[in-house]
Nanobody, 126 residues
Framework: EVQLQASGGGLVQTGGSLRLSCAAS????????IGWFRQVPGKEREGVAC????????RYEDSVKGRFTSSIDIVKDTMYLQMNSLTPEDTAVYYC???????????????????WGQGTLVTVSS
């Protein structure tokens, strides 16, 4: 059974940084597409960063390019999202996701992902 446990959210001021962690079990990173989504109350979930196991490229949502970096520690079975230069618009609940099979053109579609972590809240104050 695949399980994802996200952590690391919190309150940070504009311009600050946070690193989210997602401990994974029941999967091998080489065999799974992985990623991060976020959701603001009242809005749809939005893909932030997605790594395809097919080409190992990381795709970032335009508003986070240059500020967010996704990485994997295979030894610790953990994925990370380093978030820098945070703004209030980054305030959201962040979810880590994984899926063994996915259509690459649908990486940013929430329903394409089979496994979701429980979410961790990031609040950026102005």
């Amino acid at each position: 059974e695949v399980q994802l446990q996200a952590s690391g959210g919190g309150l940070v001021q504009t311009g600050g940084s946070l690193r989210l962690s997602c401990a994974a079990s029941g999967l091998l990173f080489d065999d799974y597409h992985i990623g991060w989504f976020r959701q603001v109350p009242g809005k749809e979930r939005e893909g932030v960063a997605c790594i395809s196991s097919s080409d190992e490229n990381t795709r970032y949502e335009d508003s986070v390019k240059g500020r967010f970096t996704s990485s994997i520690d295979i030894v610790k079975d953990t994925m990370y999202l380093q978030m820098n230069s945070l703004t209030p618009e980054d305030t959201a609940v962040y979810y880590c996701v994984a899926s063994r099979s996915i259509i690459l053109s649908n990486l940013d579609v929430p329903s394409s992902w089979d496994h979701w972590g429980q979410g961790t809240l990031v609040t950026v104050s102005s």
